[in-house]
């Protein structure tokens, strides 16, 4: 993704949410999260335009969401949807990054029956 906020970009993604700066060149990041993915931000070059995140959501599959909710809270940080259940089978919440991306971070649940079928083994 293109932004202007690699820095606040930077420290938002090492400080709240764990990731591990891989690659650093000022202008270009590649940021790495446990489990191996990976998410890239950089400075746009000769004319690229910047990324509008409008409606862009990175969904974040995490082992214990109560946790990472009291511990992003804690931090200071508003969630943008708050921490519930989901019939589709999640327990999840919703934050924004600094670019404006919504990150919905969230745990699987046992889905309720109605949503059962959808599922694809």
Not at 22 to 35: A, H, M, N, P, Q
């Amino acid at each position: 993704m293109t932004t202007q906020r690699i820095d606040e970009t930077r420290h938002f993604y090492t400080n709240h949410l764990g990731a591990k700066v891989v690659f650093d060149c000022d202008w270009y990041i590649s940021l790495e999260f446990e489990g191996g993915q990976s998410l890239q931000f950089m400075e746009p070059q000769q004319g690229q335009a910047l990324c509008d995140p409008a409606g862009l959501t990175y969904n974040f599959r995490v082992a214990d969401v109560d946790t990472d909710y009291a511990e992003i809270t804690a931090s200071g940080l508003q969630p943008s949807a708050a921490i519930e259940d989901h019939p589709w089978g999640d327990r999840g919440f919703a934050i924004q990054d600094p670019n404006g991306i919504t990150l919905y971070i969230y745990s699987d649940r046992e889905p309720a029956p109605e949503f059962k079928s959808f599922y694809k083994a």
